[in-house]
């Protein structure tokens, strides 16, 4: 499986090719530096409108899920319930007043990387 200028996967049956692409895939979602929101989950209710900061590459686990790190999150978080943010959500989120759940510390992060399109 390949695009015009990656190769993703390369296997002999369909089913190996698919498992491999969406490994390949999956380890390359997010990377240090992405600003992401939680949905799908009840976190993603808990900290409605907020956007993250991700500190580690997207890695697989022993379960074979990919989780990574976000800044101000205790633990690591499974990649599955996670997105890229939109510019919307970035800049709803930097106008916004601080919310209890929030830290100055983290916004100021998001303001020094976030360059918008």
């Not at 949905?39 to 074979?64: F, K, P, T």
């Not at 990574?68 to 599955?80: D, I, N």
Request: proline letters at 3%.
């Amino acid at each position: 499986m390949r695009d015009q200028q990656n190769v993703y996967a390369t296997a002999f049956y369909p089913q190996q090719a698919w498992h491999d692409a969406y490994h390949q895939l999956a380890a390359n979602q997010f990377k240090v530096g992405d600003l992401l929101v939680m949905v799908d989950c009840y976190e993603a209710e808990v900290h409605r409108n907020r956007i993250w900061l991700c500190r580690h590459n997207a890695y697989q686990a022993s379960s074979g899920d990919y989780w990574t790190f976000l800044q101000g999150f205790s633990g690591a978080f499974v990649c599955e319930y996670l997105r890229k943010a939109t510019d919307e959500e970035i800049q709803a989120y930097l106008h916004a007043e601080l919310s209890p759940r929030d830290s100055a510390e983290n916004k100021a992060s998001i303001e020094k990387i976030y360059k918008p399109c």
